[in-house]
Structure formats: structure tokens, C-alpha cells
């Protein structure tokens, strides 16, 4: 199986390698050894140690099974957009090779049927359609994004896409769309064509002289041949309008109608004619026309008189009625102002009960904050005597009833923290409102100010004041926004929206009060634990190392003892080595007698015995001395570790006294003031430990 210099040699699999053993190289050998060497005791220590003592925090890959995509993620959450664009990267790798995958089969298909075209279209087909599927989805998801692009560009780019295939179709729909539409296009003109071509003869008849219209008689529409030529002769007369219409001006004009071809309509022209019209008035006319004069100034004068009586009567009337009216208008002012008086009252009062309650509710969250401020050195003394007991050694770095207290204690001032933020939060969105309602109450007591004010004015006009004008149609304009009804319930609802936020804060006030109580009690008490346990852990050490003291002394008595019997058994063993060699010397003379002489009498007997007894004895006497090394070497070793026991009880009394109750000797947090107005004072405030272990509590209030 050749190939080009562009032939993929990794395509080039048979059907042997197929069921070859896969045995890695050398370098995946290293890689996998130093895997064991380096990764294996990092994860066991993580996952047996790490993990068994850390916190739990929802982590997103253990929360779900997979992490969020960018479209669920918010704005500002930092966390779940890096999550979504590692998911992401991993994605597109992910993707990237299975088009590789799917395009390195598609070439062993092809290439292992190359010789014979029937079969890559039979068995390579199924493969062909699922790498230009994936191939055209990847472009569609991941192309023209480089490498270096995160999730926002490939969200936003799904995002472009999806409105345009909203406008214009799925993509490559276009293409295929506008071939459609101009082969519809095209057929639909020739179908023009032929038309207008069926009807070109009638056309030529009717707007052509008949001596010239028999030139078109031979032409047949039916006809091909002729169709084509009729066709051209259009094609020219449009393509060169001037000689066509000059040749239909050629035409007969007797037969030419200008008004039907160019649609021209002249209208008719009249001439305007004018008529004068003269009176004429005849002396009976005139005659009458002087009586009536006359008696028309008769009743002029009749209704003068009555006019003037009327006048004299109606201005009395009417005056009398202004002035009525003036002075119920003061009155009805003055009504309004007294409202008005009332409604201002009970504005200042209820601001002055929001500024205080205001003031009030930013005290307690001051407070609030400030115990919040002052958990941080509870929780860091916490947490440093932690890690200053992590220093113990050896058997004392166990997880006794300080330990447990302690983290007891970190974990109620975690929690302590979240309920004092919470406090706070909810006292800043109370604040924002109370000041709301207090900027309510503000805006409509200047209203108020301003229309009394204003009704004050209106009062203190009289008819001879200055600036009193005559202002047209100014009783007609209607710019009220309210009736005295609404104007009322408008201020009532701004009062109840007052009062209730009022008592919303004082409520929350005495949570905050009563949770700041709870919660320094319960951290005095977890302190106070925590010091309790201190002391009796440093009692039990304590104890523990005067007890080794004691044994270490007992045991250096015995080392002693030990080494002064060894020395004495030595001294023993060189005593019985002497009367040996002098027993043997004996022997030895003796076996110089001569003759018969040489007789084993009572005295070879007994030297003989004596030997024997003393050999016996310095066997024993070693035998007790390896005895009393042995011993010696354990009570050594005894000593040794006692001696090992003791630093570490004695590090651990450093530790236990010297660094944790040196920073546990005084209450970190402080007296705490009132906050509801705040909270009581916690009892057992000030928590000493003496030397001793014991604990003196007073309260620092």
C-alpha cells in the first residue's frame, strides 16, 4: 500500500496489527514509574489525610456531574466562568480528536479499498457522512475561533449564528434558496415571453397599417422557426425603441388614434361672463322706512330707563354676593390651612420618631459590626492554637477534648459570623428604607410648607393689595392632581409606610439585640470550654510527667544498683580465677612425681574435685553477669524513652501553657453595650487560667 509524499503512514494498519499486543515504549514505562514514585503517596496522603480533616466545600465537580455551561453561569461569578471555560477547552479537545478519529477511519476505508471503487462506496459511505457531519457541526461550533478564545466567544458565536438562521434560514439554506428562486424567476419569464410573443400579432394588426401589417401574414406563432424570429424582431424593437417607434410613426395616419396610444385628454375651454345688478326704491318704501326709525328710538329710550334701575339693583346685589363670597373663599383658605397645619404636625413628629429609630438601628449594626470585628480574634486565637498544637510530638499529638473544643469553637465563631453578617445585611437594606420613608415624609412636608405658604398669601389678599392683577381664563386651567380625599389618603399612606418600617426596624432591632446576647453567650461559653479543657489536658500531662520523673529517678537508682552488682560479680569471677590457676598450678606440680609415686591419693582427689567446683562457680558467676547486662541494657533503653516521654510531655506543657494560654489569658472580644439598644453583657467575660489549671472568670462589663 504506496503512497504520495502526502501518504499518512499512520493509516497503514493491517489486519495482523490489529491483534498485536500493545506493549508501551520506554519513555511511557518511565512516565508510569515515576507516576508511582511521585503521584501515588501525594494522592494517598491527600485523600487519606487532607480530605478526612478539610471542611466540605461544594465544589462544582462534586456538586454536579458536570459543571455548569457560560448560559448558566452570572455575571459576576468568576468561579463558574473559569469552571465553564476549562469545560470548555476540554470540550473542543475532546471534539477536535473525534473529528480526527473520524477522518484517520474514513482514510484507512478508503485506503484499504482503493482498488476497487464499489466497495469504498459501499463500506466507506456510513464513515464518509459521519466525518462531513462532524466536520461540518465542529465548523459550525469552533470555527474561525482561535486557540486562545474562552467560552464567551464560542457562546456569543452560537449566539450570532442562531439569529442568522432566525433571518435568513439554516446555514447553506441560502444558496440552495436563491437557486430556486431563479430558476422559478427564469421560468416565470419565458413564460412572459411566450406570452407577449402569441400576442405580437394582433398588436402588429391593430397599430399597423394594413398595406404593412401583411408583411407579419407569413409568420405562424405555432411555428418555431417563426417564434424565434418574431422574438428577435421584439428583442431588436426593445433593445432600439427610437426606430422601432419610427417605424410605427411610418405607419397610415389615417389610422392612427393619438389619444388611445398616448392617453391624451384635452379638456374644453369656456368663456366667463359677468351680469350687473341694479335696486330701485319707491316713496311708500321710504316712508315707512322713517316711522319705523322713530319708533325703534321710542323703545331704545324705554329700555334705557329700565337698563339703568336694573344696573342701580343688580350692582347692590352683586356686590353684597362678592363680598360673601370673598369672605367664605378666606374662610375655606383658612380651613385648608389648618389641615394643612394638622398634616405638618404629624410629619415632623413621625420624622422625628424615623431619624431616631435611624439612629437607633445604625447604632445596633455599628455594634453589630464591631462584635463582628472582634469574632476575627476569637476565631484567629482559635485556629493558632490549633496549629501550635500541631507541633506536638510523638503520643501527645492526639485528638483529645481540647482539640475537639477547639474546633467546636472555630466552627460556632464561623457560624457566629455569618449570623452577624446577615444581621448587618438586613440592617443596611432596613436603613435604605427607613431613609426612603424619611425622604417620603420629608418631600411631602415641604409640599405642605410650600402650600401653606403659598394659602397664607392667598389669605392676606385683599382687593387693594399689591400684585393683585386680573389673570384671563386662569379658572379655567386644571392642574389639580387630587381631590381633598385622595390628598388625604396620599398622606396617610406615606404615615403608615412610616410606621411600618418603623416597626419593622424595631423588630429587627431586638433580633439583633437578642442574637447578639445568644451569641456572645455562646462564644463565652465555647472560650471558657476550650480553657477548661486546656487546663485539665495540662493537669493530665502534667501529672504524667511528675509520674515519668519519678520512674526515670527509680530507674537511674537501679542503673546504678545494676552496675555496681556487675562490678562486684566481675571482682568475684577474678577472686575464683585465682584460686583456679592455683588449683590447676598444684595439678600441674603433682604430674612431676616420679614412679610409683605417681599415685592418685585423697589430695589428687581433692585438687582434682576443687578444680572442678571452681570451673563450676565462675560458670555461674558469667552467667549472672550476662544476667545483670541484659537487665542493665533494658533499664538503659527504659531510660531512654522515659527520657524521650518526658521532652515530649514537656513540649507539650510548653505548648498547651505557654503558647495557647498565653493567648487565651484575656477575653479578645471586649464589653459589649447595649444594642437593642444592643445586647447584654456575656457572662464570664474575662476568662484567666492560673498556673495551676485553674480558671478565674470575672466580668468585664
Not at 75 to 94: H, P, S, T
Not at 241 to 254: G, T
Not at 526 to 545: K, S
Amino acid at each position: 500500500m504506496g503512497g504520495g509524499e502526502g501518504h499518512d503512514h499512520h493509516a497503514d494498519v493491517t489486519r495482523e496489527d490489529l491483534y498485536k499486543e500493545f506493549s508501551p515504549s520506554y519513555i511511557g514505562r518511565l512516565n508510569r514509574l515515576l507516576g508511582l514514585f511521585f503521584d501515588k503517596p501525594v494522592t494517598f496522603f491527600h485523600d487519606q489525610v487532607v480530605e478526612r480533616f478539610r471542611k466540605p466545600y461544594p465544589y462544582y465537580h462534586k456538586r454536579f456531574p458536570r459543571v455548569p455551561t457560560i448560559d448558566q453561569c452570572q455575571v459576576n461569578d468568576l468561579a463558574c466562568i473559569q469552571e465553564a471555560n476549562k469545560q470548555y477547552l476540554r470540550d473542543r479537545l475532546v471534539d477536535l480528536n473525534i473529528v480526527k478519529i473520524l477522518r484517520n477511519r474514513k482514510s484507512e476505508c478508503q485506503e484499504w479499498y482503493k482498488y476497487d471503487q464499489e466497495d469504498v462506496d459501499r463500506f466507506c459511505a456510513p464513515l464518509f457522512t459521519d466525518y462531513e457531519e462532524a466536520a461540518v457541526n465542529y465548523y459550525i461550533k469552533y470555527g474561525e475561533l482561535h486557540w486562545s478564545t474562552t467560552v464567551v466567544d464560542a457562546f456569543m458565536k452560537q449566539k450570532h449564528r442562531l439569529l442568522w438562521e432566525r433571518r435568513y434560514g439554516p446555514v447553506g439554506s441560502g444558496m440552495q434558496k436563491k437557486k430556486l428562486t431563479e430558476a422559478a424567476e427564469k421560468e416565470t419569464k419565458e413564460k412572459d415571453m411566450i406570452t407577449k410573443l402569441r400576442e405580437l400579432p394582433s398588436f402588429f394588426t391593430k397599430h399597423i397599417s394594413p398595406s404593412k401589417s401583411k408583411l407579419f401574414a407569413p409568420f405562424n406563432v405555432s411555428s418555431s422557426m417563426h417564434l424565434c424570429m418574431l422574438t428577435s424582431l421584439v428583442h431588436n424593437a426593445l433593445c432600439t425603441p427610437v426606430s422601432f417607434f419610427s417605424f410605427l410613426s411610418r405607419a397610415d395616419p389615417s389610422t392612427t388614434d393619438l389619444s388611445e396610444i398616448c392617453g391624451i385628454r384635452v379638456p374644453s375651454v369656456y368663456s366667463a361672463a359677468h351680469n350687473a345688478l341694479y335696486t330701485r326704491y319707491t316713496p311708500k318704501d321710504w316712508y315707512a322706512g322713517y316711522q319705523q326709525l322713530l319708533q325703534a328710538n321710542d323703545r331704545g329710550q324705554r329700555d334705557s330707563e329700565c337698563l339703568r334701575h336694573d344696573t342701580i339693583r343688580l350692582v347692590d346685589d352683586t356686590d353684597e354676593r362678592t363680598k360673601m363670597n370673598q369672605n367664605q373663599s378666606s374662610r375655606v383658605l383658612g380651613d385648608r390651612i389648618s389641615d394643612i397645619v394638622f398634616w405638618e404636625n404629624e410629619l415632623t413628629d413621625e420624622i422625628d420618631k424615623v431619624v431616631k429609630e435611624n439612629n437607633d438601628l445604625i447604632r445596633a449594626k455599628r455594634i453589630t459590626e464591631k462584635l463582628l470585628a472582634e469574632t476575627d480574634n476569637q476565631l484567629h486565637i482559635a485556629q493558632e492554637c490549633l496549629y501550635q498544637r500541631e507541633k506536638r510530638q510523638g503520643t501527645d499529638l492526639v485528638h483529645d477534648n481540647v482539640e475537639k473544643a477547639l474546633l467546636e469553637e472555630v466552627q460556632a465563631v464561623q457560624d457566629a459570623q455569618a449570623r452577624l453578617r446577615s444581621f448587618i445585611d438586613r440592617a443596611n437594606v432596613q436603613i435604605e428604607l427607613n431613609r426612603a420613608a424619611q425622604h417620603d415624609l420629608e418631600a411631602d412636608l415641604k409640599n405642605k410648607f410650600t402650600a401653606q405658604q403659598i394659602d397664607e398669601t392667598a389669605v392676606g389678599m385683599k382687593n387693594s393689595s399689591a400684585g393683585v392683577h386680573y389673570y384671563e381664563g386662569i379658572e379655567d386651567i386644571n392642574q389639580c392632581l387630587s381631590v381633598p380625599e385622595t390628598w388625604k389618603a396620599h398622606v396617610q399612606d406615606i404615615l403608615n409606610r412610616s410606621r411600618a418600617e418603623r416597626a419593622a426596624s424595631r423588630k429587627l432591632r431586638e433580633d439583633i439585640g437578642d442574637g447578639l446576647s445568644r451569641i456572645s453567650q455562646n462564644l463565652s461559653d465555647h472560650w471558657n470550654d476550650v480553657n477548661e479543657a486546656l487546663a485539665q489536658r495540662i493537669r493530665e500531662v502534667t501529672d504524667a510527667r511528675n509520674k515519668l520523673q519519678s520512674s526515670l529517678g527509680r530507674t537511674l537508682q537501679e542503673i546504678m544498683d545494676t552496675e555496681r552488682e556487675i562490678e562486684s560479680i566481675k571482682n568475684a569471677i577474678r577472686d575464683k580465677e585465682a584460686y583456679l590457676k592455683t588449683a590447676t598450678s598444684r595439678l600441674n606440680i603433682r604430674l612431676q612425681r616420679p614412679g610409683m609415686d605417681h599415685v592418685c591419693d585423697a589430695a589428687q582427689t581433692q585438687l582434682k574435685c576443687e578444680v572442678a567446683q571452681l570451673k563450676d562457680t565462675i560458670k555461674l558467676l558469667k552467667q549472672q553477669l550476662c544476667r545483670a547486662e541484659d537487665i542493665l541494657q533494658e533499664l538503659l533503653r527504659l531510660k531512654s524513652a522515659k527520657e524521650a516521654e518526658l521532652a515530649i510531655k514537656n513540649n507539650s506543657i510548653f505548648i498547651d501553657r505557654e503558647k495557647c494560654l498565653s493567648l487565651r489569658s484575656n477575653w479578645p472580644g471586649g464589653p459589649t453595650v447595649d444594642a437593642s439598644h444592643a445586647a447584654p453583657c456575656p457572662g464570664f467575660i474575662d476568662s484567666q487560667v492560673g498556673v495551676g489549671g485553674d480558671i478565674a472568670r470575672t466580668c468585664v462589663c
